[in-house]
Protein backbone atom coordinates (compact mmCIF):
# COMPACT_ATOMS: atom_id res chain seq x y z
CA UNK A 1 0.00 0.00 0.00
CA UNK A 2 0.96 3.54 -0.46
CA UNK A 3 2.62 5.70 2.20
CA UNK A 4 2.22 9.31 3.27
CA UNK A 5 5.82 9.91 2.93
CA UNK A 6 7.49 10.03 -0.63
CA UNK A 7 9.64 7.14 -1.61
CA UNK A 8 8.52 4.86 0.89
CA UNK A 9 6.11 1.80 0.88
CA UNK A 10 3.90 -0.11 3.16
CA UNK A 11 2.66 -3.84 3.11
CA UNK A 12 1.20 -5.97 5.70
CA UNK A 13 2.44 -9.59 5.40
CA UNK A 14 1.37 -13.07 7.41
CA UNK A 15 3.93 -15.17 9.13
CA UNK A 16 3.56 -18.82 10.25
CA UNK A 17 2.54 -18.75 14.18
CA UNK A 18 4.43 -22.08 15.13
CA UNK A 19 2.75 -24.91 16.81
CA UNK A 20 -1.02 -25.18 17.02
CA UNK A 21 -2.53 -27.15 19.35
CA UNK A 22 -5.48 -28.63 18.71
CA UNK A 23 -7.81 -30.11 21.71
CA UNK A 24 -10.76 -32.37 20.76
CA UNK A 25 -14.36 -33.45 21.52
CA UNK A 26 -15.39 -37.13 21.68
CA UNK A 27 -18.19 -36.25 19.39
CA UNK A 28 -16.12 -35.63 15.96
CA UNK A 29 -13.03 -37.48 16.78
CA UNK A 30 -11.36 -37.02 13.77
CA UNK A 31 -12.82 -33.73 11.64
CA UNK A 32 -12.66 -31.12 13.92
CA UNK A 33 -8.51 -31.78 13.82
CA UNK A 34 -8.83 -31.83 10.06
CA UNK A 35 -9.76 -29.23 9.22
CA UNK A 36 -7.89 -27.37 12.16
CA UNK A 37 -4.63 -28.85 11.47
CA UNK A 38 -4.65 -28.42 7.58
CA UNK A 39 -5.32 -24.89 7.35
CA UNK A 40 -2.23 -24.66 10.14
CA UNK A 41 -0.12 -26.58 7.67
CA UNK A 42 -1.44 -24.21 5.25
CA UNK A 43 -0.05 -21.20 7.30
CA UNK A 44 3.23 -22.80 7.52
CA UNK A 45 2.45 -23.95 11.39
CA UNK A 46 2.81 -27.47 12.68
CA UNK A 47 0.18 -28.71 14.58
CA UNK A 48 -0.16 -30.97 17.78
CA UNK A 49 -3.31 -32.43 18.84
CA UNK A 50 -4.51 -33.81 22.02
CA UNK A 51 -7.73 -35.59 21.20
CA UNK A 52 -10.61 -36.76 23.70
CA UNK A 53 -9.37 -39.95 26.11
CA UNK A 54 -12.58 -41.24 25.23
CA UNK A 55 -11.67 -41.67 21.61
CA UNK A 56 -8.10 -41.98 21.21
CA UNK A 57 -8.03 -44.77 18.68
CA UNK A 58 -9.77 -42.64 16.34
CA UNK A 59 -6.80 -40.46 16.28
CA UNK A 60 -3.82 -43.05 16.39
CA UNK A 61 -5.54 -44.03 13.36
CA UNK A 62 -5.91 -40.19 11.80
CA UNK A 63 -2.26 -39.32 12.27
CA UNK A 64 -1.03 -42.55 11.29
CA UNK A 65 -2.77 -41.55 7.96
CA UNK A 66 -1.35 -37.86 7.98
CA UNK A 67 2.26 -39.23 8.48
CA UNK A 68 2.31 -41.83 5.22
CA UNK A 69 2.12 -38.72 3.29
CA UNK A 70 4.03 -36.49 4.92
CA UNK A 71 6.55 -38.77 6.22
CA UNK A 72 7.73 -39.31 2.82
CA UNK A 73 8.43 -36.13 1.99
CA UNK A 74 10.70 -35.63 5.22
CA UNK A 75 7.49 -33.24 6.68
CA UNK A 76 6.52 -36.16 9.16
CA UNK A 77 7.53 -33.78 12.49
CA UNK A 78 4.91 -31.40 11.27
CA UNK A 79 2.12 -33.68 12.86
CA UNK A 80 2.25 -34.69 16.24
CA UNK A 81 -0.26 -36.70 18.63
CA UNK A 82 -0.39 -36.81 22.65
CA UNK A 83 -2.94 -39.35 24.09
CA UNK A 84 -4.02 -38.46 28.11
CA UNK A 85 -6.66 -37.12 30.29
CA UNK A 86 -7.08 -33.56 29.98
CA UNK A 87 -5.82 -32.74 33.95
CA UNK A 88 -2.62 -34.56 33.15
CA UNK A 89 -1.56 -33.73 29.13
CA UNK A 90 -3.84 -31.10 28.43
CA UNK A 91 -2.73 -28.78 31.18
CA UNK A 92 0.62 -29.09 29.80
CA UNK A 93 -0.51 -27.87 26.62
CA UNK A 94 -1.97 -24.87 27.97
CA UNK A 95 0.46 -23.64 30.01
CA UNK A 96 3.30 -24.49 27.29
CA UNK A 97 5.20 -21.26 25.95
CA UNK A 98 5.66 -23.04 22.56
CA UNK A 99 2.09 -23.07 21.35
CA UNK A 100 1.04 -19.64 20.91
CA UNK A 101 -2.55 -21.10 19.44
CA UNK A 102 -4.93 -23.45 20.90
CA UNK A 103 -7.88 -24.27 18.93
CA UNK A 104 -10.17 -25.91 21.86
CA UNK A 105 -13.79 -27.72 21.72
CA UNK A 106 -15.95 -28.83 24.76
CA UNK A 107 -18.22 -27.62 27.18
CA UNK A 108 -18.33 -23.79 28.14
CA UNK A 109 -17.31 -24.57 31.93
CA UNK A 110 -14.31 -26.59 29.94
CA UNK A 111 -13.70 -23.66 27.42
CA UNK A 112 -13.89 -21.39 30.31
CA UNK A 113 -10.49 -23.12 31.76
CA UNK A 114 -8.86 -22.62 28.66
CA UNK A 115 -9.54 -19.55 27.83
CA UNK A 116 -8.33 -18.43 31.43
CA UNK A 117 -5.37 -20.52 31.60
CA UNK A 118 -4.28 -19.21 27.59
CA UNK A 119 -5.02 -15.70 29.04
CA UNK A 120 -2.70 -15.87 31.96
CA UNK A 121 0.54 -16.24 29.13
CA UNK A 122 -1.06 -14.18 26.62
CA UNK A 123 -1.49 -17.19 24.51
CA UNK A 124 -4.40 -17.21 21.74
CA UNK A 125 -7.72 -19.53 22.00
CA UNK A 126 -9.98 -20.72 19.30
CA UNK A 127 -12.99 -21.78 20.98
CA UNK A 128 -16.13 -24.13 19.90
CA UNK A 129 -17.91 -24.79 23.13
CA UNK A 130 -21.72 -25.49 23.70
CA UNK A 131 -25.07 -24.53 21.58
CA UNK A 132 -28.15 -24.84 22.76
CA UNK A 133 -29.08 -24.28 19.48
CA UNK A 134 -32.69 -23.14 18.56
CA UNK A 135 -35.29 -23.79 15.46
CA UNK A 136 -38.07 -20.98 15.35
CA UNK A 137 -40.55 -22.02 13.55
CA UNK A 138 -43.55 -19.59 12.27
CA UNK A 139 -47.43 -19.60 11.48
CA UNK A 140 -46.70 -19.24 7.84
CA UNK A 141 -43.30 -22.34 8.15
CA UNK A 142 -43.45 -24.92 5.95
CA UNK A 143 -44.69 -27.32 8.48
CA UNK A 144 -43.41 -30.78 6.24
CA UNK A 145 -39.35 -28.72 5.87
CA UNK A 146 -39.81 -27.81 9.68
CA UNK A 147 -40.33 -31.03 10.99
CA UNK A 148 -37.71 -33.27 8.63
CA UNK A 149 -34.60 -30.69 9.87
CA UNK A 150 -35.86 -31.07 13.31
CA UNK A 151 -35.98 -34.36 13.30
CA UNK A 152 -32.80 -35.10 11.78
CA UNK A 153 -30.96 -31.84 13.78
CA UNK A 154 -32.99 -33.63 17.49
CA UNK A 155 -32.20 -36.83 17.27
CA UNK A 156 -29.48 -37.48 14.53
CA UNK A 157 -25.70 -38.37 16.13
CA UNK A 158 -28.02 -39.51 19.15
CA UNK A 159 -27.76 -35.24 20.17
CA UNK A 160 -24.16 -35.33 20.31
CA UNK A 161 -23.21 -32.38 17.82
CA UNK A 162 -22.30 -29.13 18.72
CA UNK A 163 -25.10 -27.82 16.48
CA UNK A 164 -27.43 -30.50 17.32
CA UNK A 165 -31.18 -28.86 17.94
CA UNK A 166 -32.11 -28.25 21.75
CA UNK A 167 -35.08 -25.84 21.19
CA UNK A 168 -37.96 -25.61 19.72
CA UNK A 169 -39.51 -21.87 19.80
CA UNK A 170 -42.57 -22.98 17.85
CA UNK A 171 -45.80 -20.44 16.76
CA UNK A 172 -48.81 -21.19 19.42
CA UNK A 173 -51.43 -21.67 15.97
CA UNK A 174 -49.12 -24.65 14.52
CA UNK A 175 -47.79 -25.70 17.65
CA UNK A 176 -50.10 -28.92 18.38
CA UNK A 177 -50.01 -29.83 14.91
CA UNK A 178 -46.42 -30.26 14.73
CA UNK A 179 -45.90 -31.55 18.03
CA UNK A 180 -48.29 -34.44 17.54
CA UNK A 181 -46.42 -35.77 14.10
CA UNK A 182 -43.24 -34.92 15.70
CA UNK A 183 -44.10 -37.21 19.10
CA UNK A 184 -45.23 -40.01 16.51
CA UNK A 185 -42.23 -39.68 14.60
CA UNK A 186 -40.31 -40.15 17.85
CA UNK A 187 -41.74 -43.51 18.26
CA UNK A 188 -40.26 -44.93 15.11
CA UNK A 189 -36.70 -43.89 15.37
CA UNK A 190 -34.91 -47.28 14.94
CA UNK A 191 -32.59 -47.07 17.59
CA UNK A 192 -29.28 -49.82 17.85
CA UNK A 193 -26.52 -50.30 15.86
CA UNK A 194 -25.22 -47.04 13.68
CA UNK A 195 -23.44 -49.31 11.31
CA UNK A 196 -26.91 -51.34 10.31
CA UNK A 197 -28.55 -50.63 7.52
CA UNK A 198 -31.82 -48.84 8.74
CA UNK A 199 -30.40 -47.32 12.19
CA UNK A 200 -31.17 -43.73 12.82
CA UNK A 201 -30.07 -43.20 16.16
CA UNK A 202 -27.15 -45.10 17.68
CA UNK A 203 -25.24 -44.97 21.12
CA UNK A 204 -24.73 -41.91 23.58
CA UNK A 205 -20.69 -41.92 24.10
CA UNK A 206 -21.14 -43.86 27.66
CA UNK A 207 -23.06 -44.06 30.62
CA UNK A 208 -22.38 -40.75 31.92
CA UNK A 209 -24.03 -39.53 28.84
CA UNK A 210 -27.00 -41.55 29.48
CA UNK A 211 -27.01 -40.07 32.75
CA UNK A 212 -26.79 -36.81 32.04
CA UNK A 213 -29.71 -36.93 30.07
CA UNK A 214 -31.66 -38.59 32.41
CA UNK A 215 -31.06 -36.42 35.30
CA UNK A 216 -32.30 -33.19 32.84
CA UNK A 217 -35.30 -34.94 32.33
CA UNK A 218 -35.97 -35.43 36.26
CA UNK A 219 -35.11 -31.48 36.46
CA UNK A 220 -37.91 -30.81 34.01
CA UNK A 221 -40.28 -32.74 35.77
CA UNK A 222 -39.28 -30.85 39.31
CA UNK A 223 -39.73 -27.24 37.38
CA UNK A 224 -42.88 -28.56 35.96
CA UNK A 225 -42.44 -29.32 32.68
CA UNK A 226 -44.48 -32.07 30.29
CA UNK A 227 -42.53 -35.63 28.98
CA UNK A 228 -44.32 -35.66 25.73
CA UNK A 229 -42.58 -38.77 24.98
CA UNK A 230 -39.05 -40.84 25.50
CA UNK A 231 -36.30 -40.43 27.71
CA UNK A 232 -35.62 -44.01 28.53
CA UNK A 233 -32.93 -46.20 28.99
CA UNK A 234 -33.19 -49.13 26.55
CA UNK A 235 -31.11 -51.97 25.58
CA UNK A 236 -31.14 -52.54 21.46
CA UNK A 237 -31.12 -56.68 20.89
CA UNK A 238 -27.35 -56.98 19.97
CA UNK A 239 -26.58 -53.53 21.63
CA UNK A 240 -26.52 -54.85 24.81
CA UNK A 241 -23.46 -53.44 25.76
CA UNK A 242 -23.86 -50.20 24.04
CA UNK A 243 -25.48 -46.84 26.01
CA UNK A 244 -28.64 -46.44 24.22
CA UNK A 245 -31.66 -44.20 25.24
CA UNK A 246 -35.17 -43.52 23.60
CA UNK A 247 -35.26 -39.44 22.35
CA UNK A 248 -37.02 -37.83 24.46
CA UNK A 249 -39.40 -34.61 23.59
CA UNK A 250 -40.78 -32.50 26.46
CA UNK A 251 -42.72 -28.94 26.90
CA UNK A 252 -40.91 -26.67 28.99
CA UNK A 253 -40.12 -22.43 29.80
CA UNK A 254 -37.36 -21.00 28.22
CA UNK A 255 -36.19 -19.30 31.11
CA UNK A 256 -35.92 -22.47 33.53
CA UNK A 257 -32.32 -23.54 34.53
CA UNK A 258 -32.46 -26.66 32.85
CA UNK A 259 -33.67 -25.21 29.43
CA UNK A 260 -30.46 -22.62 30.22
CA UNK A 261 -27.98 -25.01 30.73
CA UNK A 262 -27.37 -27.58 27.15
CA UNK A 263 -28.12 -30.79 27.61
CA UNK A 264 -25.41 -33.07 25.18
CA UNK A 265 -27.92 -35.78 23.94
CA UNK A 266 -31.36 -36.25 22.33
CA UNK A 267 -33.88 -33.81 25.09
CA UNK A 268 -35.48 -31.67 22.56
CA UNK A 269 -37.32 -28.49 24.43
CA UNK A 270 -40.90 -26.66 23.00
CA UNK A 271 -41.50 -23.54 23.58
CA UNK A 272 -44.47 -21.76 22.77
CA UNK A 273 -43.76 -18.26 20.84
CA UNK A 274 -47.16 -15.98 20.11
CA UNK A 275 -45.06 -13.61 17.24
CA UNK A 276 -41.64 -12.77 15.92
CA UNK A 277 -40.38 -10.27 18.70
CA UNK A 278 -41.09 -13.40 21.34
CA UNK A 279 -39.27 -15.65 19.33
CA UNK A 280 -36.40 -13.50 19.12
CA UNK A 281 -36.37 -12.68 22.58
CA UNK A 282 -36.59 -15.81 23.84
CA UNK A 283 -34.34 -17.46 21.19
CA UNK A 284 -31.42 -15.28 22.44
CA UNK A 285 -32.04 -15.55 25.78
CA UNK A 286 -29.57 -18.24 26.75
CA UNK A 287 -25.92 -18.12 27.40
CA UNK A 288 -24.48 -19.65 24.68
CA UNK A 289 -24.89 -18.99 20.75
CA UNK A 290 -23.87 -21.20 18.13
CA UNK A 291 -25.98 -22.36 15.13
CA UNK A 292 -29.86 -21.12 15.13
CA UNK A 293 -32.90 -20.96 12.09
CA UNK A 294 -36.19 -20.04 11.32
CA UNK A 295 -38.66 -21.76 9.17
CA UNK A 296 -41.17 -19.15 7.64
CA UNK A 297 -42.38 -17.88 3.61
CA UNK A 298 -42.08 -14.33 4.97
CA UNK A 299 -39.31 -12.20 3.19
CA UNK A 300 -39.52 -10.02 6.03
CA UNK A 301 -39.56 -12.61 8.97
CA UNK A 302 -36.40 -13.98 7.59
CA UNK A 303 -34.23 -11.55 6.81
CA UNK A 304 -34.98 -10.12 10.00
CA UNK A 305 -34.06 -13.11 11.88
CA UNK A 306 -30.55 -12.72 10.20
CA UNK A 307 -30.12 -9.07 10.81
CA UNK A 308 -28.48 -7.47 13.83
CA UNK A 309 -31.85 -7.51 15.12
CA UNK A 310 -32.10 -11.13 15.23
CA UNK A 311 -30.56 -14.46 16.16
CA UNK A 312 -27.30 -13.50 17.91
CA UNK A 313 -25.84 -16.54 17.03
CA UNK A 314 -22.63 -17.54 14.83
CA UNK A 315 -24.68 -19.47 12.41
CA UNK A 316 -27.97 -18.20 11.40
CA UNK A 317 -30.03 -20.06 8.89
CA UNK A 318 -33.78 -19.83 7.21
CA UNK A 319 -35.29 -22.82 6.08
CA UNK A 320 -32.49 -25.14 7.52
CA UNK A 321 -32.00 -27.08 10.42
CA UNK A 322 -29.71 -25.80 13.33
CA UNK A 323 -27.28 -29.21 12.41
CA UNK A 324 -25.25 -30.03 9.44
CA UNK A 325 -22.97 -26.90 8.69
CA UNK A 326 -20.68 -26.68 5.30
CA UNK A 327 -16.67 -26.80 5.76
CA UNK A 328 -17.15 -23.90 3.30
CA UNK A 329 -18.31 -20.99 5.91
CA UNK A 330 -17.04 -20.07 8.70
CA UNK A 331 -17.81 -22.01 11.82
CA UNK A 332 -18.33 -20.67 15.43
CA UNK A 333 -20.70 -18.85 17.51
CA UNK A 334 -20.70 -15.97 20.18
CA UNK A 335 -21.07 -15.67 23.96
CA UNK A 336 -20.15 -18.51 25.66
CA UNK A 337 -20.06 -20.33 22.66
CA UNK A 338 -16.25 -18.98 22.27
CA UNK A 339 -16.24 -16.58 19.94
CA UNK A 340 -13.72 -18.56 17.74
CA UNK A 341 -14.54 -19.33 13.90
CA UNK A 342 -12.79 -22.28 12.29
CA UNK A 343 -13.03 -23.20 8.28
CA UNK A 344 -14.17 -21.31 5.84
CA UNK A 345 -13.57 -16.98 4.77
CA UNK A 346 -10.73 -15.76 6.56
CA UNK A 347 -10.35 -18.22 9.46
CA UNK A 348 -6.64 -18.72 8.15
CA UNK A 349 -5.76 -15.15 9.64
CA UNK A 350 -6.04 -16.41 12.97
CA UNK A 351 -3.47 -18.99 12.47
CA UNK A 352 -0.41 -16.80 11.67
CA UNK A 353 1.25 -13.56 13.36
CA UNK A 354 0.78 -10.60 11.32
CA UNK A 355 3.27 -7.95 10.65
CA UNK A 356 3.17 -4.18 8.67
CA UNK A 357 6.88 -3.44 7.20
CA UNK A 358 7.86 0.04 5.70
CA UNK A 359 10.59 0.29 3.30
CA UNK A 360 12.13 3.94 2.44
CA UNK A 361 13.66 3.08 -1.10
CA UNK A 362 14.42 6.84 -1.30
CA UNK A 363 17.60 8.79 -0.01
CA UNK A 364 15.29 10.57 2.43
CA UNK A 365 14.26 10.28 6.22
CA UNK A 366 10.91 12.29 6.41
CA UNK A 367 9.07 11.16 9.73
CA UNK A 368 5.45 10.38 9.06
CA UNK A 369 2.71 13.40 10.08
CA UNK A 370 5.03 15.63 8.82
CA UNK A 371 6.91 15.58 12.32
CA UNK A 372 10.36 17.38 12.55
CA UNK A 373 12.89 16.31 14.16
CA UNK A 374 16.31 18.02 13.31
CA UNK A 375 19.17 19.21 15.78
CA UNK A 376 19.78 22.30 13.75
Known amino acids: ?31 VWAWNSMLALICGDSCLWKPSSKTPLTAIAMTKVAARVLEPEGWGALIGL ?22 ATGS ?72 AKLVDAYGKVSIG ?60 QNEWQVVQDETFGPLLYII ?5 DDAIAKHNDVPQGLSSCIFTMNMRNA ?7 GSDCGIANVNLGTSGAEIGGAFGGEKETGGGRESGSDSWKVYMR ?7 WGSELPLAQGVSFDLD
Open 1 to 31: MHSERPQHAMREQYHPLGVVGVISAFNFPSA
Open 82 to 103: VVGRGSEVGEILLHDKRVPLIS
Open 108 to 179: CSMGKHVYESLASRYGRAILELGGNNAVVIMDDADLEMAFRSTLFGAVGTAGQRCTSTRRILIHKSVKDEFV
Open 193 to 252: NPLAEGTLMGPLIDQGGVDDVLRSIELVKEAGGKILCGGEQVHPEGCEGGFYMTPCIAEV
Open 272 to 276: EIDDL
Open 303 to 309: ERFVSAA
Open 354 to 360: RQTNTIN
